[in-house]
């Protein structure tokens, strides 16, 4: 359901900047999973340029039972630009959910001018796909902008509206990255250094997705995909508890 987007991603990302690939940690690009009714198969690719520095996307594919694709783009440390994050999930043809954002590092007025409410428009336009649900995992106040896309749907929507949505709102994140200026202030990219990894670890604590990588690929490969790949600057809860 959701190869389209992905090839979008692809092709708009690898026609702008001079990509080269970064390292998957062994055994966490590829896995076919036995389990179930239907087979699945998860991949994921990585890469990275002077702008971007880690530009990952995974794509489980569970036939009719579940299709997911799950993106996040990570400016370079240079740049003090929201991350890019992009989560749709398949559970057949109607149990769909969707969710795209810029997601701020900073809450600072300026920094939502600049970046999240040049989103307005385009939200606007897709209001349907603004509804009003709860976050059962997720603080809605931090790392969601109020531009988001977070919607329960259906394919047909998907087709006709959610990814005229995406392709504009993957237009405007690129015409807000052209246009920023890199800093080179050590303090300046060591904030963004801190926001980055705190957006990390907040990520892995929570996210509901590993539980079902678990249910695919078993709980040691899913623990190592989700603090080795998905969230790397992340710490394993029980590292963190030990270490304090």
């Known amino acids: 359901m959701f190869v389209p987007f992905r090839e979008f991603l692809e092709k708009e990302f690898g026609n702008r900047f001079d990509l080269s690939r970064r390292a998957i940690p062994s055994g966490l690009d590829y896995l076919v999973s036995d389990r179930g009714r239907c087979p699945a198969t998860i991949q994921s690719w990585c890469y990275e340029c002077r702008e971007l520095r880690k530009i990952r996307y995974t794509y489980i594919n569970a036939g009719e039972t579940a299709q997911i694709f799950n993106s996040v783009i990570y400016p370079s440390y240079h740049y003090d630009l929201p991350l890019l994050g ?32 040049p989103m307005r428009s385009i939200r606007d336009k897709y209001n349907d796909l603004a509804q009003d649900l709860e976050m059962k995992f997720y603080d809605a106040n931090q790392y969601f902008s109020k531009y988001l896309l977070f919607a329960k749907t259906d394919s047909e929507t998907v087709v ?16 807000l990255l052209e246009k920023a200026t890199p800093s ?3 303090e300046d990219m060591q904030r963004i250094v801190k926001a980055q990894k705190d957006y990390d670890q907040y990520s892995a604590d929570r996210d509901p997705a590993s539980g079902l990588f678990s249910s695919y690929f078993g709980h040691e490969w899913s623990e190592r995909f989700l603090y080795e790949f998905l969230f790397e600057d992340a710490v394993p809860l029980a590292t963190s508890t030990a270490k304090r």
């Open 160 to 175: 006709n509206r959610l990814f005229p949505a995406y392709k504009e709102y993957i237009s405007l994140y690129l015409q």
């Open 184 to 186: 080179s202030d050590p």
């Open 86 to 117: 992009i989560d749709f999930l398949a559970f057949g043809q109607k149990k769909i959910l969707v969710v795209l954002d810029f997601q701020p590092l900073f809450r600072d007025r300026n920094y939502i001018d600049k970046y999240i409410e």
